[in-house]
């Protein structure tokens, strides 16, 4: 039971976790830190498995369970978070607010603690006298649209689970790659922080409900759509076969040295565009074949 690739598994689900309380304290910028960590121990989970010869069903349920924590009910959480957020500027952008910014404290951390704070105080209708917030009506409960994402990354894995043909390619949108997209957009709030100019209208712009919420949707059904996307599942190394796969990881390594972080949502969109055209040309060979 306790195999180190078992370990591994465990290890994901512990950095789950640990982004879900740094998130709920404020810390939504170290989410991200330990998302990347749970994505190294998913790959190394498996990839030990397969090499000590040791995989088998109670690896792949601990997976899912790990996966579920990680990948499903973390990016919801962020979205939930980033949904009080705007809503905290909205509030605070008004002429009858009692508070004149968002950002209160000198630390972003602090400061997004702060709004969660006041939000969950008005929710629970135990709202804070000396601060109000007054989150109210759309403010208020727009963020439970963010838990579509956990409750499709729940089928999306399950579905991953029994269905056979996700062998060299993925049917729908991984979670992984869901919670990627979904954890660059923290980093451009903290990049954002004490800033002005471009960095500052991409961040809040990310953030609208209009642009925020139809990412989540976009996504979530993205999980258990029936679309073919790349898997990065060498059957061999040669070129022929693998152009798309090739394409995906060296431009993706050129944008991320270029533009750091913020290379994950354009490398998102690249891996969905490619995945797409890959597909025009494999059923097109394959009516070469039959033809």
Not at 35 to 54: H, P, S, V
Not at 233 to 259: D, P, T
Request: charged share 15%.
């Amino acid at each position: 039971m306790f195999s180190l690739p078992n370990i591994l598994t465990a290890s994901n689900l512990i950095c789950g976790i640990l982004a879900i309380l740094f998130s709920m304290m404020g810390r939504i910028d170290m989410a991200p830190v330990f998302i990347t960590a749970a994505l190294l121990f998913d790959f190394l989970d498996g990839f030990l498995a397969r090499k000590m010869g040791i995989s088998g069903e109670l690896g792949k349920q601990l997976d899912s369970l790990a996966d579920m924590v990680t990948f499903g009910v973390v990016p919801g959480v962020l979205c939930f978070i980033l949904l009080i957020i705007n809503g905290g500027v909205e509030i605070t952008s008004l002429p009858e607010s009692t508070i004149s910014s968002p950002y209160l404290y000198d630390s972003f951390g602090m400061s997004v603690h702060t709004i969660i704070s006041f939000y969950f105080a008005d929710l629970t209708g135990n709202p804070i006298a000396s601060a109000p917030f007054h989150f109210s009506g759309t403010t208020l409960y727009l963020p439970f649209i963010a838990l579509l994402i956990p409750f499709f990354s729940l089928f999306r894995l399950a579905k991953f689970n029994l269905d056979t043909r996700q062998s060299d390619r993925f049917l729908g949108l991984p979670t992984p790659a869901n919670t990627l997209f979904f954890m660059a957009i923290p980093l451009f709030l903290w990049d954002a922080w004490g800033e002005t100019g471009w960095k500052v209208i991409i961040a809040e712009l990310l953030i609208k409900p209009t642009v925020l919420i139809s990412f989540i949707v976009l996504f979530s059904l993205l999980l258990v759509s029936e679309i073919p996307l790349i898997a990065l599942k060498f059957k061999h190394f040669s070129w022929k076969g693998n152009e798309f796969r090739y394409v995906l990881i060296l431009v993706s390594i050129v944008l991320f040295v270029l533009l750091s972080f913020r290379a994950i949502p354009i490398i998102l969109f690249l891996y969905l565009i490619l995945s797409i055209t890959d597909n025009f040309f494999e059923k097109k060979r394959k009516h070469e074949i039959q033809g």
